[in-house]
Nanobody, 127 residues
Framework: QTQVVESGGDLVQPGGSLRLSCAVS????????MGWFRQAPGKEREGVSC????????NYADSVKGRFTISRDNAKNTVYLQMDSLKPEDTAIYYC????????????????????WGQGTQVTVSS
């Protein structure tokens, strides 16, 4: 069965950086667009970034554009999110999953990915 493990979250001060990792097992990662999503307390999960299967095309939510960078290593079945210039409003639990919208527009998760969400990794930005 496919397993998803996100890691790298931490408590960081505003302006700081973090690098998140998402390891996916028993899954052909290089066949799918993969992205990052986040859910803040009291809010719905939102798409943050989406990468095409090859990694050549990427898309970002306006709120993180210029600060976050998505990358992937298909050989390692791992997706990364480099987060720089972090802000308090970036505080959330971050998840990875199959995404729709790696060229432009709103980033959403594939409906069928509902069966595969991992536990996520907590990012807290606070002084």
């Amino acid at each position: 069965q496919t397993q998803v493990v996100e890691s790298g979250g931490d408590l960081v001060q505003p302006g700081g950086s973090l690098r998140l990792s998402c390891a996916v097992s028993r899954f052909t990662l290089d066949s799918y667009a993969m992205g990052w999503f986040r859910q803040a307390p009291g809010k719905e999960r939102e798409g943050v970034s989406c990468s095409s299967a090859t990694g050549y095309s990427t898309n970002y939510a306006d709120s993180v554009k210029g600060r976050f960078t998505i990358s992937r290593d298909n050989a390692k079945n791992t997706v990364y999110l480099q987060m720089d210039s972090l802000k308090p409003e970036d505080t959330a639990i971050y998840y990875c999953g199959v995404c729709i919208g790696f060229t432009s527009g709103v980033i959403t998760a594939a409906t069928w990915w509902a069966d595969y969400w991992g536990q996520g990794t907590q990012v807290t930005v606070s002084s």
